[in-house]
Every structure is written in structure tokens, then in C-alpha cells.
């Protein structure tokens, strides 16, 4: 007998737009825009808050396979994120990549951190699936506080 998958089962998935997700060329845009779409909780296009990740952890959770040179993997990634601000997911006025220098007298680049804004379209869109997973999941204040006397 085949299980359900686990998220299904918990109600624990968060709808995104497939359509636009798989209109993204790059690997690295499709898995970017699939972390946005299911770790950015607060999305709001006024709190002027970004979504933040580093180069480090792009890297180790993406699955890509890391160049030699540290330049390189952030020029990839800003490829990727270059393709998200031109289908309209990401800010490209306000999205920026802060590279981390290794000491005082050195310009040798050790890592970056990559600072996501969403535009106001994937923001709408967020807070729409957020509430839709709410609806789903059957969270309120008294239903979530009896589900964990209950268990």
C-alpha cells in the first residue's frame, strides 16, 4: 500500500504558483523560488523586510555543485536572481548581494549574503497561500491550544 506523503497528511504544504515556477529557465531560480515560496511567512510588500540567505547555505541546500572560486558561485546565483527580478518575483531595485570581505587588510571575499525582496505581486500572492494554509490546516488561537492538550 502506498502512504500519503507526509505534508499532505500533517496539511503542512503551502500552495505556490507552479506556472510561474516552472516557467523559470535556471535550476538554481526554480529552487530559489520554491524556498521563497515556502519559507517567506511574512510576506508584505510595506514592511520593506527581506528575505535573507547566504552563499554558504545556498550551496549546501540547493544541491548545486560549488566552483572553485567564490566569485563564480555568486555570480551564479545573482543569474538566478537576476531571472526572478525579470519574471517578476523579486525586487530588483531593492535585492542586493553583501559580500563579506576576510579581515581588516584583506579584499579576498569569504562569503555573501544574499538580501530578497519580493515585488508586491509574489507578496499578494504569499499572503493569499498563507491564509489558504491556515484555512486548511483549521489553526485558530483555541483550535491550536486544545490540539496540544489533546494530542
Known amino acids: ?61 540547493s544541491g548545486i555543485k560549488a566552483y572553485p572560486s567564490i566569485h563564480n558561485n555568486i555570480r551564479r546565483i545573482e543569474n538566478a536572481i537576476n531571472e526572478l527580478v525579470n519574471k517578476n518575483i523579486l525586487d530588483g531595485e531593492r535585492t542586493e548581494t553583501v559580500r563579506k570581505r576576510g579581515g581588516i587588510r584583506t579584499k579576498r571575499t569569504v562569503d555573501a549574503v544574499f538580501n530578497l525582496f519580493p515585488t508586491e505581486e509574489f507578496s499578494k500572492a504569499q499572503m493569499i497561500a498563507n491564509k489558504k494554509q491556515k484555512e486548511i490546516k483549521g489553526i485558530d488561537g483555541i483550535q491550536q491550544l486544545q490540539d496540544s492538550l489533546n494530542p
Open 1 to 61: 500500500m502506498q502512504q500519503s506523503p507526509k505534508s499532505i497528511v500533517e496539511k503542512s504544504f503551502k500552495q505556490f504558483n507552479y506556472d510561474k515556477h516552472m516557467s523559470l529557465q535556471e535550476f538554481l531560480s526554480r529552487w530559489l523560488h520554491k524556498r521563497l515560496s515556502h519559507n517567506f511567512n511574512w510576506a508584505n510588500h510595506r514592511l520593506n523586510k527581506p528575505y535573507h540567505l547566504s552563499l554558504n547555505t545556498i550551496i549546501q541546500n
